[in-house]
């Protein structure tokens, strides 16, 4: 009875299982059109931009977990709000902290952002609301102890140290994050590993090289995801809640905590949006932007409406994976599709130009499904973890209690399952629908002839076109992106505060 019982869980959890291997068969195609490795690992070349990389994006992740403790000190409302450059287009980022801190701009003499320090804390704060999210979620509090006996040292004991392994969390997060990030150091002239992908890619039309140079990245990052998930189905529910803070602190203290995340969001958003506005000419220079760029946003808004549900979808099938093989201590291949969010996205476009070329896609080669799909497996994962943070917060009796008692599946679904799962897939739909609208690098490689996005369409002007014209189209991005950002926070925000 026993073995018929595991075997009818494992067989339950196949379904989960196939999933996750479908979301790495752009990697894995990848991986076989990979070239002679002694070209970048059996000389220095590979090793030193694999050294630069690494002292990049540890520099970026320090200054993220810097500022995201700031933010996170002052509540979920600022946390949210500090996400957002990370759901808006590295292109439209890039180009206001170009803007702002360009050769050109005021501080250019003395500052400029093609500094590689600057440069990375300018990377570093885009991720400043991600290693917010993650610290602000691990938080514990202090306890009644702390508030009947007086500690020594009460900042390092009660504060600082409960931090650091959030903090090393944290900082791991964002360091694979940015290190697969492309775009602003391409824009900023830093070269990284993930910008050199994109040269082999598109100027060196060498995708087996660009394949090679991503191997030790991917080694590195399958090694973190496997010392980072966890072994067993925990969640803490004793910690802070949601509106408390880490230390306490009256009127005064709270005061000081919301001006400290007020001066980070005045920094990672305040700071290139009036850059833009001051280089942006007249009323009717927007406007005409507006217009010359609304083909490119209806038509990236449509992709992104199609494909986030799908990644709804896809992403509850592989976070009820991963919460059974937690429940029963079993391992699981769905933590490891976050592989593609660690990886250059360059890689993953050779995988999906493979995959197009062959059936049955090759029916939809120059058509805009193939880059639908890869919007989809890319972002699935994103939607798994948010499934699966959602569903370790509820109980399974209601469910359970249901089936015992002969309840239909229409009405059991509609009753049951769907008032405990709305929230998961409200915020799984918002988080994905917002990073599909955003993708770039993808999109450079995916999008067929005839078509576009607004995120290449701005990365294309920031060579082209001058800093006005690239200013009117970021602020039309911007303005267009704004209600999506705002309906998107107040989903996560739903009944945190």
């Not at 140079?213 to 803490?236: E, F, H, I, S, Y």
């Not at 509820?394 to 359970?400: C, E, I, K, M, V």
């Not at 089936?403 to 799962?421: E, F, I, K, M, N």
Request: with cysteine.
């Amino acid at each position: 009875m026993i073995a018929d019982r595991r075997t009818r869980s494992y067989g339950g959890a196949l379904p989960g299982e196939a999933a996750a291997v479908l979301v790495l068969l752009p990697l894995l195609v990848a991986l076989l059109i990979s070239g002679e490795y002694a070209q970048w690992w059996g000389a220095p070349r590979g090793w030193l931009i694999l050294l630069d990389t690494l002292c990049f994006a540890g520099l970026s992740a320090a200054v993220a977990v810097a500022a995201g403790a700031v933010v996170a000190r002052a509540g979920w409302a600022w946390v949210v709000g500090a996400c957002t450059p990370l759901v808006l287009p590295a292109s439209l980022v890039g180009s206001a902290w170009i803007v702002a801190l360009g050769r050109n701009a005021p501080l250019g003499g003395w500052v400029t952002v093609y500094d590689g320090p600057i440069a990375a804390a300018v990377v570093g704060l885009r991720y400043a609301g991600l290693a917010g999210l993650i610290l602000l979620s691990q938080r514990q509090a202090p306890g009644p102890a702390a508030t009947v006996f007086a500690a020594r040292r009460a900042w390092w004991w009660l504060g600082v140290r409960p931090m650091l392994r959030s903090m090393l969390l944290a900082w791991t997060v964002v360091l694979l994050w940015a290190s697969a990030e492309p775009i602003l150091p391409s824009m900023f002239l830093i070269h990284t590993y993930a910008t050199q992908v994109l040269i082999q890619t598109n100027a060196l039309l060498d995708p087996a090289g660009a394949v090679t140079l991503a191997v030790p990245m991917l080694l590195a990052g399958g090694a973190a995801l496997t010392m980072l998930m966890p072994r067993r189905l925990r969640w803490t529910t004793t910690g802070a809640g949601p509106g408390e803070a880490w230390s306490r602190g009256g009127r005064a203290n709270g005061w000081v905590r919301r001006s400290g995340a007020g001066a980070v969001l005045l920094l990672t958003m305040g700071v290139p949006v009036v850059a833009l506005v001051a280089r942006l000419s007249d009323g009717a220079a927007f406007a005409a932007a507006w217009r010359d760029a609304w083909p490119e946003l209806r038509h990236t808004l449509w992709l992104a409406g199609i494909a986030a549900p799908c990644c709804v979808l896809l992403g509850w099938l592989l976070g009820s994976c991963w919460r059974h093989g937690l429940a029963q201590r079993r391992w699981t291949l769905v933590p490891y599709s976050l592989l593609v969010l660690v990886i250059p996205p360059a890689v993953l476009a050779l995988g999906w130009g493979e995959l197009a070329s062959r059936w049955p896609l090759v029916e939809w080669r120059d058509t805009s499904a193939v880059l639908g799909l890869a919007y989809v497996l890319r972002f699935a994962p994103i939607a798994a973890v948010v499934m699966l943070v959602t569903s370790l917060r509820r109980s399974d009796a209601p469910d359970a209690a249901a089936r015992v008692h002969g309840v239909p599946w229409r009405r059991r679904v509609l009753r049951v399952t769907w008032p405990t799962h709305r929230r998961g897939v409200v915020n799984a739909a918002a988080v994905c629908l917002l990073f599909i609208v955003t993708e770039l690098e993808m999109s450079l490689l995916l999008t067929p002839a005839g078509t576009n996005t607004i995120g290449v369409r701005l990365y294309t002007l920031i060579h082209t076109a001058p800093d006005a014209q690239v200013a009117a189209t970021a602020l039309a991005a911007l303005l267009t992106f704004v209600p999506l950002i705002v309906v998107a926070g107040a989903a996560v925000l739903w009944r945190q505060t």
